[in-house]
C-alpha cells in the first residue's frame, strides 16, 4: 500500500482490477506491474525507431519517440511527487501515451487517418489504448497487457478524438489526476524538447522564438547575430522553461483541489478520482504562454521546408504498403493474418503499418516496390 498519499491519488489497494482477474505480485503494486508490462511491451522497444520530430536518420542526437515518452515519464513522475498522487499510476499512463503512434510521426498518422477514412479513420491516442489492451502478445489466456482500469482509462483519455468507449469505461467521467498529470507533462515535454531541437538543428533561432513570452524569460544572457548557440546556453534555458510550467502547474493544480473540496471532511475521498473533474491544469497565462509556444514551434518548425519535405517524401511510402497488404494479405505476419475476420482487413492492414518503425516501413517499401531503400 502506498504512504504519503493525498486522498485524491488513486490507490493501488483501492484499484478497480483488471479485466481478466490474475494473481496479485508478492512484490510490486498493480500500477507498478502495468508500468513494467508497457516497457517490456514490443510497441514500447518500436519506439525507439520512430520520429518525434527529425526522422531518425537525421542525427544521432535528435529526440525519438521513445526519448520523448522517458522524458514525459520524469516530468510527470516530478509533478506527481510533488502533488502527493501515485507516481507509478502517472508513470504508467506516461509511457504509453504514445505507443500508437505511426512511422514518420504526425505526418505517417495523417496519411494513414486519410486511407482508413472509410473504415473508422486512425488516431494514435486510440491506437495506443488498442495495443495495451487488445494488439499486444504477450499472455496465453488474455489479449494485451490486461492493465488496471485505471491505466487504461487515462490511457484512453488521452484521445481527441470521440468514438467506441469500452463497455468498462463508460460513465467513469474524467480519467484520473494521475493521467492528467500525465497529459501536461506530454505538453510541456515535447514544447520544451522540440524548441531545443530545433534550436540544436539551425532551422530555427532566436528571431522565430523572441516571440514567445517563455522563450524571453528564459533566454540566458545576450545574443547577437552570428554567435552559436552552445549546447549549456540552449540547455540552460531548457530547464528554465521546464521549471517554470512546472512550479506554475503545481501551484494551480493544488489551488483547483483545495477549491474542488474533494478532500476536505465529507468529500467523495477514495471515489475521488473518478469523480473529480479537470483540475490540473495550468494557470491561464503559463497555459496561454505555452499555446504561444507551440504555435510558433508549429509554424517555424514542424512546418518547415526541411522537416516537412522529408517525412512527406517518407510517408510517400505508406498508400503503397497499405494497398499492397490489402491486395496480398498473405504477405502479412501470420498472427495478422489471423485476425482477419475479427477486424476489417482494412483494420489489421492498419494496425501493422501503424506498428512499423521508420527504418522498417522504409526497408519493407524497398524489398516490395524497389527505389532508394533504406538509409
Known amino acids: 500500500m502506498e504512504v504519503g498519499l493525498r486522498p ?28 513494467d508490462r508497457i516497457i517490456h511491451s514490443s510497441a514500447f522497444r518500436r519506439l525507439q525507431y520512430k520520429t518525434q520530430v527529425f526522422i531518425n536518420h537525421e542525427g544521432d542526437h535528435y529526440r525519438t519517440r521513445l526519448t520523448h515518452t522517458l522524458e514525459v515519464a520524469q516530468i510527470a513522475r516530478t509533478i506527481a511527487r510533488t502533488l ?49 489492451d487488445a494488439l499486444e502478445r504477450a499472455y496465453p489466456d488474455f489479449p494485451g497487457l490486461n492493465l488496471t482500469r485505471e491505466s487504461r482509462h487515462g490511457i484512453f483519455a488521452h484521445s481527441s478524438r470521440a468514438g467506441f468507449v469500452p463497455d468498462d ?3 467513469l467521467g474524467p480519467p484520473p489526476l494521475e493521467a ?21 538543428s539551425g532551422l530555427i533561432g532566436v528571431s522565430d522564438l523572441e516571440e514567445a513570452a517563455l522563450f524571453r524569460r528564459h ?4 545574443f547577437e547575430k552570428g554567435q552559436h548557440y552552445g549546447r549549456v546556453k540552449v540547455r540552460t534555458l531548457l530547464r528554465a522553461v521546464i521549471a517554470d510550467l512546472v512550479i506554475a502547474l503545481v501551484g494551480e493544480t493544488e489551488r483547483r483541489i483545495r477549491e474542488a473540496g474533494i478532500e476536505a471532511p465529507g468529500g467523495s475521498g477514495p471515489a475521488a478520482p473518478a469523480s473529480a473533474a479537470r483540475l490540473v491544469e495550468l494557470p491561464a497565462g503559463h497555459a496561454g504562454e505555452l499555446r504561444e509556444l507551440k504555435a510558433i ?33 498473405e504477405d502479412l505476419p501470420a498472427h495478422f ?8 482487413r482494412e483494420r489489421v492492414v492498419c494496425d501493422y503499418i501503424a506498428g512499423m518503425t521508420d527504418r522498417f516501413a522504409t526497408w519493407d517499401h524497398q524489398r516490395r516496390f524497389g527505389g532508394s531503400g533504406a538509409r
Open 8 to 35: 485524491a491519488a488513486c490507490r493501488s489497494d483501492l484499484t478497480a482490477g483488471r479485466r481478466w482477474p490474475e494473481e496479485t505480485d508478492p512484490f510490486r503494486t498493480p500500477y507498478q506491474r502495468d508500468r
Open 84 to 132: 502527493r498522487l501515485n507516481e507509478d499510476l502517472t508513470e504508467a499512463v506516461a509511457l504509453a501515451h504514445d505507443l500508437g503512434h505511426t512511422p514518420f510521426g504526425h505526418a505517417g498518422e495523417e496519411v494513414l487517418d486519410h486511407l482508413m477514412r472509410d473504415h473508422g479513420g486512425f488516431e494514435h491516442n486510440i491506437q495506443s489504448f488498442r495495443i495495451v
Open 169 to 171: 469505461l463508460r460513465g
Open 180 to 200: 492528467q498529470v500525465a497529459d501536461l507533462a506530454d505538453e510541456i515535454a515535447y514544447s520544451a524538447h522540440d524548441m531545443e531541437d530545433g534550436l540544436s
Open 219 to 222: 533566454w540566458p544572457g545576450s
Open 297 to 329: 514551434l508549429h509554424q517555424r518548425l514542424y512546418r518547415h521546408p526541411r522537416v516537412a519535405g522529408t517525412t512527406e517524401a517518407e510517408t510517400r511510402r505508406l498508400p503503397g504498403l497499405f494497398r499492397h497488404y490489402l491486395e496480398t494479405p
Open 337 to 344: 493474418r489471423q485476425r482477419i475476420g475479427e477486424s476489417s
